[in-house]
């Protein structure tokens, strides 16, 4: 039996106990708090409100994360200022407290700085990865501690189950393949996953969308929030200049050989795997290969360049057994919209504490990018995951195995 066919049964979110409310604690819903975690958008809101009508004392949160002058007539970006709005009148109907917390300045600091120089590296960062983990799931899930709650709730589309062997909680994908967000989950630690619930992980979007229309919810049509919320005209490279000009200086477009093929307006207007927008004519079709921010290059090349089979995790987060000494039997996600793909995942490091982990994938895959996160399962549950590092054809195998050494 293979890792992959050892996964848990998302059968609860809580305890096996028939004494264990719908969340998994030993005692009624009415003397149990939540606090809900509230975005202004449709799946918070719900959750809110099924928790609501199940008799729970329940705390509405609605986190002001940036300056949303410029988004508050915006709607689907998360946190403008449409969305704090729409959290506080979602709380009015539902009889509910609800409080607006001013989080900028850590926002500022813990994840739009390093979205930006993530860029001025060369990197394709994912910003909601490093909200979830330095923002929402650090300081609220602590300002929900101090309210004295119980759980933290999310409208996350991802399960959680406890292991009945170990009674440890384990986060599985959420049951619709199609809405499943466990991959911008993996930095979540073990402490936080057991303190917190995702009362939709077993819910399919319209049937969500049914509950907001029953409660009576203002959200019930709201459309999904798609942009970065910092970004909420979705001009990303506009916003990484402003921060980080030295991002957005003129460069060149080389091949592998060095040869200039054109130039270009900023390293962070591409991103690895790139084909269309180059701004270059070619012969064949031309890819990014890697980005080179030092001196401000794009290389670019055919696709079979792109291919890659030996992957660099850093900033290893580990939510499963210690992986065995040779390798564990895995699959993994590159990027969050391409399907998870077989690996075998090696600790790289020296020690139990090491947080670099190496992948061999199990066929060559393309535009594998860092700054992007591999997140790992065994068949549906997530075992943990790391930032991309760097990645490889099998021909500097060697090499990258040595990267710790």
């Known amino acids: ?17 028939q004494e264990c409310n719908s ?37 509405g949160i609605t986190l002001q994360l940036y300056d949303h002058g410029a988004a508050i007539a915006k709607k689907g970006a998360c946190c403008a200022g449409q969305d704090i709005h729409d959290a506080r009148q979602v709380a009015e109907r539902l009889g509910i407290p609800h409080y607006v917390l001013d989080y900028e300045s850590r926002f500022r600091q813990a994840v739009i700085d390093e979205f930006a120089e993530s860029y001025v590296n060369g990197e394709t960062p994912i910003p909601c990865i490093r909200c979830n983990q330095r923002v929402k799931f650090r300081d609220l899930l602590e300002t929900a501690r101090d309210l004295a709650a119980d759980c933290l709730a999310t409208g996350h589309y991802v399960q959680r189950s406890v292991d009945p062997a170990t009674g440890r909680a ?15 989950l993996y930095t979540t630690t073990q402490d936080q996953l057991d303190y917190l619930r995702f009362p939709l992980g077993a819910m399919e979007k319209p049937a969500v969308r049914q509950l907001a229309e029953e409660f009576g919810l203002i959200v ?7 942009d970065i919320c910092f970004v909420p005209n979705g001009d990303y490279a506009s916003v990484v200049a402003k921060l980080r000009p030295e991002a ?12 200039v093929l054109g130039r270009h307006d900023g390293v962070i207007h591409f991103t690895v795997g790139q084909r269309k927008g180059l701004g270059i004519a070619a012969s064949e079709p031309l890819y990014v290969l890697r980005l ?20 660099l995790l850093r900033e290893l987060n580990w939510l499963a057994e ?18 998870a793909v077989a690996a075998r995942l090696f600790a790289a490091g020296e020690g139990p504490e090491s947080h670099l982990a190496r992948l061999e994938l199990s066929h060559a895959e393309f535009g594998v990018a860092p700054g992007q996160a591999g997140v790992v399962y ?17 021909a500097d195998a060697a090499r990258t195995a040595g990267l710790a050494a």
């Open 1 to 17: 039996m293979t890792a992959a066919d050892r996964t848990a049964a998302p059968a609860s979110q809580g305890l096996n106990s």
């Open 23 to 59: 969340l998994g604690f030993a005692k009624a819903p009415a003397q149990t708090r939540v606090v809900v975690a509230m975005s202004g958008g449709v799946d918070s809101s719900v959750v809110a409100g099924l928790l609501k009508r199940e008799g729970y004392d329940v705390i």
């Open 170 to 184: 384990q986060l599985l994908r959420g049951a619709d393949p199609r809405r499943d967000q466990s991959y911008f």
């Open 220 to 226: 019930a049509d709201k459309p999904d929030s798609q």
């Open 248 to 259: 957005a200086e003129p460069g060149e477009i080389v091949d592998l050989q060095g040869t």
């Open 292 to 311: 080179d921010a030092a001196a401000r290059r794009v290389v670019v090349g055919p696709k079979q360049a792109l291919a890659r089979r030996d992957v």
């Open 322 to 339: 210690p992986i065995p000494a040779d390798g564990l039997e895995v699959s993994v996600k590159l990027r969050s919209a391409q399907p």
């Open 378 to 394: 065994a068949g549906e549950r997530l075992l943990g995951g790391g930032w991309i590092a760097r990645a490889e054809g099998r």
